[in-house]
């Protein structure tokens, strides 16, 4: 029989990565709030009824911290399925500072593995994995994360770094794609199109992979129409990063500028 | 006998392109105010000088706006030679607005060449060269400009986008990077080495150009110890962006933290 993986949150990116566990061989035993997205899987009841099912490895990628805390220790969370035989793999991103507090309240072990690649890295299964915990761990779920990730980068022995190199990674990205829009609009004034610039920069020292991906991720370039999920979750972990900065005084411009301008663009889609 | 380019400006950059021009089969006829720098090239007298002997393509690659108006209108300048058979290309990265006044003014075709790459780029002759200008000139000096570049992009029929471009490139590239440097601080913060960051970076979503050339541009990132050279370029480049941003009452921020980030790192250094 096949391994059971456990998998908690089938959403935009779990139901792909999702689907790459089973196209690998293993039996996902999931379960999502929406159970239409429970369909290509073995429905659990709960992150604790998937956790009880689970032979070893489970798997969160829900959006948020509050939904990542619920799914943990909550009434019917993973906890309350009283194991402390299961890798619990935190996938979503998060901040490291609470990363670290779960791990810490957790009578199981817990692995930080924050993901990048969007959707359609998910699809393809070539996500960047950075996976960080004690090194046993880390063996004992690797195959797992290599069904759903091309690169599997371990960052740390502990739970924390994978996700402040994950809020690194998404600084660097909305920091670059406000540059190039500014640079889109600069150009624009002496009357070249952003088509052009964007064929040029993919060519020059100003590029960046948001413009090489340029037709995959254009909806977070058309600021005036946005796609809502790509925003949203660019938004939510520059929250992340604001609130690391505020805790730890570090003073983050260019998080903050592009922070301001991406929720000026949600304010004026009406969102 | 083989064609003879008049080259004006044989520094950083011209040095290694003017060699490439020898290397495919080039006689170049060169012009720097620093002697020492010609003496590769069959040496001119003045920019006036290397226009009388060129058979017919004329490059300018100074520093600067005022260097390439001296070049081209001063006593002993291009337009000295009273020639109107020459194709004059500008390489040097200007603003868009001179660029078409400097065109205006002359009586001879002048043509709108920047480039991207580097020193690197220049010494292995892989530049990305944005030429505009007029479709029978752009014609004529192709040859020239393959010698030195590998993708050679046509960019408009009159001179001016070429600056545009280029000056919207390098805001794309300094934007990036202080995005990533301020990322590089928030990963130390949660205990996370700075190479470990651009490790994973380069493989995912938050990656740039500068990111996949560290090695070959780590003074960029070392603002502690910046490579003076290149950290002049990019400021002189933010001046002009400054410049069209204010001519134009075009807002640009991120622009404009990143001029203030490379000036404070300027003055920091004492220079």
Do not use: C
């Not at 604790?48 to 990542?68: F, G, H, P, Y």
């Amino acid at each position: 029989m096949s391994e059971s993986v456990g998998f908690i949150g089938l959403g935009e990116m779990g139901g792909p990565m999702s689907r790459r566990l089973q196209q690998a061989g293993y039996t996902v035993t999931g379960f999502d709030v929406d159970p239409g997205r429970m369909a290509h899987v073995e429905a659990a009841a709960s992150p604790a009824d998937a956790a009880k099912r689970a032979d070893r490895v489970v798997i969160s990628i829900v959006r948020t911290l509050q939904q990542t805390e619920i799914v943990l220790f909550g009434g019917s969370g993973i906890s309350a399925a009283g194991r402390d035989d299961i890798d619990v793999v935190i996938m979503s991103t998060i901040d490291p500072g609470s990363m670290e507090r779960i791990a810490h309240r957790a009578h199981f072990p817990v692995l930080d593995a924050p993901v990048s690649g969007g959707v359609l890295g998910a699809e393809a299964g070539t996500l960047t994995i950075m996976v960080a915990g004690a090194a046993e761990a880390v063996t004992r779920i690797r195959p797992v994360l290599e069904a759903m990730g091309e690169k599997i980068l371990v960052v740390g022995d502990h739970p924390g770094p994978g996700q402040a190199i994950k809020l690194a990674n998404q600084l660097s990205l909305a920091v670059s794609v406000i540059g190039t829009l500014e640079a889109l609009k600069l150009a624009k004034q002496a009357g070249v199109a952003p088509e052009e610039v964007l064929k040029v920069l993919a060519v020059s020292t100003g590029s960046s992979w948001p413009i090489l991906n340029y037709e995959t991720v254009r909806g977070w370039w058309e600021l005036e129409d946005p796609d809502v999920g790509a925003l949203g979750i660019i938004l939510k972990d520059l929250g992340s990063i604001e609130k690391m900065g505020s805790e730890s005084r570090l003073d983050l411009p260019a998080a903050e500028l592009a922070l301001e301008r991406l929720r000026n663009a949600w304010a004026d889609a009406g969102l």
